[in-house]
């Protein structure tokens, strides 16, 4: 069989074509201020609307209403601002719902609050909620929020981008339960890698270095001094508009799915696949892999399918 020239093209164009901003609905956690209220900026710059969820309710209104002064206009606003506690999967519910309700979609999810509360854990008082407050934010505030997205997703497709850090794929002496949450944010998301192969959405994630916002205004005197203060003050900082630009790349670049882009102070790295030790797989396992992804592939896009049902009977 001959296939003509435009013919051809029409599929190579669509492989590398990027995913455009413009136009889309995008969701952002955590944006009130610093990383996410860059992100939130430059989606809203290039065409996007933007729906902020924080705690930081007077900050958050005041960025939102910014955004609609800079690039909305009075009868069409491209911002707007719900309050979300990001442990909560009611407040998540409701933030989505609120993107659907005023702009009609949800395209891009963002999943970048967090928190350094409690970083250093290793000494704290033996108590439950003290213990898991950090996990709850910074881990369960993007496993929370991927699912709901995807929810949102199921139909036409999307694109997630969590916040993890450089903390996330190295070892901290100090921010030792900090680096645990990024780390099960780095595992999680290339663990959805998959979610691309069936439902049509890419899940990345950002790996940031050190960026100068709030989160490293921590006390260097006093009795709440944290040693950890001296380092970071010091620190190699990566600028803001490179740690937007690994955002905008794992937004728009179409082969980038279960990927980590680095924000490094040098620019955006992308972070190789982790390659498995030779000895824990042998042909015969290969050969099966090939069969169970086939299988798995067909058995999440049913139950995908069966909680968007459920999602839209229940609310759950
Ligand atoms: N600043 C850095 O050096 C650095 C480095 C690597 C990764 N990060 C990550 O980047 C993300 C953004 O941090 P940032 O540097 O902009 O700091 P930031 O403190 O300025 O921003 C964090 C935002 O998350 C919000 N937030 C905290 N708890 C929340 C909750 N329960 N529900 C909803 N919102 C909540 C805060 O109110 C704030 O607006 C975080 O996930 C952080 O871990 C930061």
Known sequence: MVFNSSFMNFFRKKKTSKYPIAGKVAVITGASRGIGKAVAEALAERGAKVVIGD????VGQTTTENINKRYGSHKHKVAVYQHTDVSKYRDLIQLFAVAEKEFGSVDIAILNAGTTKNMNALFTPLDDELEMAIYEVDVGG???????????????????????????????????????????VVGWTRSLAFVNKFAGIRVNAVCPGFVDTDMLNVPREGPNREPYADVAEVAPKTPMPVVVEAFLRCITDPSLAGDLLLALPDGVKKQPPYRPPESLTNKQMEERRVKYERELKAKDKAELAEAVKRFKATGR
């Open 142 to 184: 993007v496993v929370k929020g991927n699912k709901v997205a995807m929810l949102h997703m199921a139909e036409h497709g999307g694109v997630i981008v969590n916040t993890a850090s450089m903390a996330g794929l190295m070892p901290d002496i100090y921010l030792n339960a900090y680096a645990a949450c990024k780390h099960a």
């Open 55 to 58: 705690v930081l309710d007077t």
